[in-house]
């Protein structure tokens, strides 16, 4: 870090970025820095653009508060009481925030935390995405703001495509800049990101513009996937005919932000990650991304890069559980949902002798969870076990006992920012969730981002995967490999 001489009440972290000097604050040991620009606010013509490079500054910013959040609305109820999303007011919504160890270091290992929210929800400012565990522990965090929704990622012919893919790219390359000032090295970056945020980070992988800016990446409860252009496209259409405007950067720009929002939620509630329903994907735009991410990284893409993947063993209650879909859903309605999905009959009598107190809802749910996440990430696993890279799996398993909602989905953030005492963590975890359990977790991933091992095996002919929870955390071959091999994409052969 470059620490200029400056003292206002006491030490106060200042540090020369390539657009001008910015000054944080310093909090218990460790020196903050909020809301700084990667790029120029994506405002007027640049709405529906590229991003831009930042606009330089003179003098000292002040980077003491969380920027800008990109254009959201809530979570829907009961969702929005366990996932908060704070929005902060503004228009310069490119902006990262940086935790770093004080005094000064050189040559720290980095973190780059995307976040999840479906590409409709979520922001840097969430609190349970605290850098300051990770500083404390030797790595420098930084999170990202990207644009979501139909700004981000609506699919249109006069704007490129993958808007907020590029906004995580331009980020990247700030880091790549700048880093080293912050006591970082640019050599040493690991990307990582929850759901959504592992969707991306998984297209990242694939995108040959990305490669040598990250030497490791986690994927937490999120797997490769991406659709054509043509079917990515539906969503946006659907919102331009609520508007009354044609499905064009140029139209959907006249109609001011509030109003597209409203437009955007009446198209996309309803559904979830499991689901389906109207949703926001990324695409396979024949330009930042070439091909299908899924098959890229089976293929080979990304061979140098240490991969951290893993998922929640009940990621659906998060769903399921608070609208009462596991009770709900009839014996008929699964068997309908099967079909849609194709499940092999034979994978859903082991699913069930597994599972014999199981209702339909949950049964649906936990082979819709292994078809999204375990098979397609085990695949990439297998896929990757000729040495070309260094690959390990997790599980987190701990169950938490708010509204029966077990391991769920984004249970295992405040564990892995080991910020159980976060209010945020509270509403999923609880109040007496095991600190120990947290203390591991998050020290193996500040192993990875330093050393790029965990600390146990990597994928192998034993599949081995580390699993975080209920009890204390061991390593397991092959758990519930009889269910792996009922899926017919999956076709394990060893």
């Known amino acids: 870090m470059t620490v200029l001489p400056h003292r206002i009440t006491g030490p106060v972290p200042l540090v020369s970025t390539v657009d001008g000097v910015v000054r944080g604050t310093l909090e218990q040991g460790v020196a903050v820095f909020r809301g700084i620009p990667y790029a120029a606010a994506p405002t007027g013509p640049r709405r529906f653009r590229a991003p831009e490079p930042a606009e330089p500054w003179e003098g000292v910013r002040e980077a003491v508060a969380f920027g800008p959040t990109a254009p959201k609305r809530p979570y829907s109820p009961p969702l929005d009481e366990l996932l908060p999303d704070p929005e902060v007011a503004g228009d310069g919504c490119l902006n990262l925030n940086v935790w770093t160890p004080s005094p000064a270091r050189t040559g720290l290992p980095v973190l780059v935390w995307i976040h999840g929210g479906a590409l409709l929800h979520g922001s840097s400012a969430v609190e349970l995405y605290d850098g300051a565990p990770f500083a404390r522990d030797g790595v420098i965090l930084v999170s990202v703001n990207y644009r979501l929704g139909i700004e981000g990622f609506g699919v249109l012919p006069d704007a490129p495509a993958n808007r907020g893919l590029l906004d995580q790219l331009a980020a990247l390359e700030w880091v790549r800049r700048n880093i080293a000032a912050f006591g970082g090295d640019p050599r040493q970056v690991t990307l990582c990101g929850e759901s959504a945020g592992a969707v991306c980070i998984a297209a990242l992988l694939a995108a040959p513009r990305a490669e040598g800016l990250f030497r490791r990446a986690v994927l937490q409860s999120g797997a490769p996937a991406a659709l054509s252009p043509e079917a990515g496209r539906r969503t946006t259409e659907l919102i331009a005919e609520r508007l009354g405007v044609a499905a064009t950067a140029a139209a959907l720009a006249t109609v001011e932000p509030a109003e597209l929002l409203a437009a955007q939620s009446a198209v996309t509630s309803g559904g979830t990650p499991l689901t389906g329903g109207n949703s926001f994907q990324i695409v396979v735009d024949g330009e930042l991304l070439p091909r299908d991410p ?169 599949r081995p995967v580390m699993v975080f929870g209920p009890g204390a955390p061991e390593v397991l071959c092959a758990p519930r490999d009889d269910e792996l091999r009922g899926w017919a994409p999956y076709r394990r052969t060893s």
């Open 294 to 462: 899924a098959e890229a990284l089976r293929a080979g893409a990304a061979a140098g890069v240490d991969l951290l993947m893993g998922s929640n063993s009940e990621e659906y209650r998060l769903w399921f559980v608070p609208s009462g879909l596991t009770e709900r859903l009839s014996r008929l309605q699964l068997r309908l949902a099967l079909l849609k999905f194709r499940v092999p009959r034979a994978t859903v009598r082991t699913y069930r002798a597994n599972r014999p107190a199981a209702t339909p809802g949950e049964l649906l749910g936990a082979l819709a969870t292994d078809l999204l996440l375990r098979v397609p990430l085990n695949r990439v696993a297998d896929a990757r076990g000729d040495g070309s890279g260094r690959t390990y799996l997790y599980e987190f398993g701990w169950p938490s006992p708010v509204r029966r909602l077990g391991a769920c989905h984004a249970l295992e953030i405040g564990f892995v920012f080991d910020t159980l005492d976060r209010p945020d963590t509270v509403a999923l975890t609880g109040a007496d969730a095991p600190q120990e359990l947290a203390d591991a977790m998050h020290a193996a991933w500040v192993r990875f981002a330093a050393t790029g091992d965990p600390g146990w095996p990597s994928w192998n002919a034993s």
